[in-house]
T-cell receptor, first 113, second 110 residues
Framework: QKEVEQDPGPLSVPEGAIVSLNCTYS??????FMWYRQYSRKGPELLMY??SSGNKEDGRFTAQVDKSSKYISLFIRDSQPSDSATYLC?????????????WGLGTSLAVNP | DSGVTQTPKHLITATGQRVTLRCSPR?????VYWYQQSLDQGLQFLIH???????AKGNILERFSAQQFPDLHSELNLSSLELGDSALYFC?????????FGSGTRLTVV
């Protein structure tokens, strides 16, 4: 069993839809949770960063962490064609510049106009 | 611009050859992580350096090696190249919030 599981999709939705992306994990020591967005042939870019359980909202994006269920989610409201990308979850036990991130495989999302 | 610089952006070389990929982390970041991403594959962790010292190894082949220099830039050396080594190679540095990635080097082995 992988430490982090993420459905690769692909996921295809119409413009304006609410998108839900999810990851599950097995290591209860994870405390820092991230979502990255990767456009085709580009480097991943950090989208959301959360610590421990709870919700975090940034514009149309909401990240949720449920440590009791070992489950994290990313919601995208009013999805746009420009949101079409691969979304990767990542998590770590510690913070700082010596952290080790464990990655999901990424979910491919297509938002159709 | 993420602040992490990778060169070259593209590289085409023949099987059996050796190449060197270069990465400069963001100013102030001491860590450099190397990743390989093949077509339709996830990010595969290769190796991590922190302030000049190797900290962790992932799925890095013996034909591959890396080092981090005193000025903190890092080089990934790939030798005896095979067709299957064709991929995107990313480096990242780690700051306060997760990793920051460079734009990658696209390696094509023909």
């Amino acid at each position: 069993q992988k430490e982090v599981e993420q459905d690769p999709g692909p996921l295809s939705v119409p413009e304006g839809a609410i998108v839900s992306l999810n990851c599950t994990y097995s290591n209860s020591a994870f405390q820092y949770f991230m979502w990255y967005r990767q456009y085709s042939r580009k480097g991943p870019e950090l989208l959301m960063y959360t610590y421990s359980s709870g919700n975090k909202e940034d514009g149309r994006f909401t990240a949720q962490v449920d440590k009791s269920s070992k489950y994290i989610s990313l919601f995208i409201r009013d999805s746009q064609p420009s949101d079409s990308a691969t979304y990767l979850c990542a998590m770590s036990e510690n913070a700082g510049n010596n952290r080790k991130l464990i990655w999901g495989l990424g979910t491919s999302l297509a938002v159709n106009p | 611009d993420s602040g992490v610089t990778q060169t070259p952006k593209h590289l085409i070389t023949a099987t059996g050859q050796r190449v060197t990929l270069r990465c400069s982390p963001r100013s102030g970041d001491l860590s450099v992580y190397w990743y390989q991403q093949s077509l339709d594959q996830g990010l595969q962790f290769l190796i991590h350096y922190y302030n000049g010292e190797e900290r962790a190894k992932g799925n890095i082949l013996e034909r591959f090696s890396a080092q981090q220099f005193p000025d903190l830039h890092s080089e990934l050396n790939l030798s005896s190249l095979e067709l299957g080594d064709s991929a995107l190679y990313f480096c990242a540095s780690s700051g306060l919030y997760g990793y920051t990635f460079g734009s990658g080097t696209r390696l094509t082995v023909v």
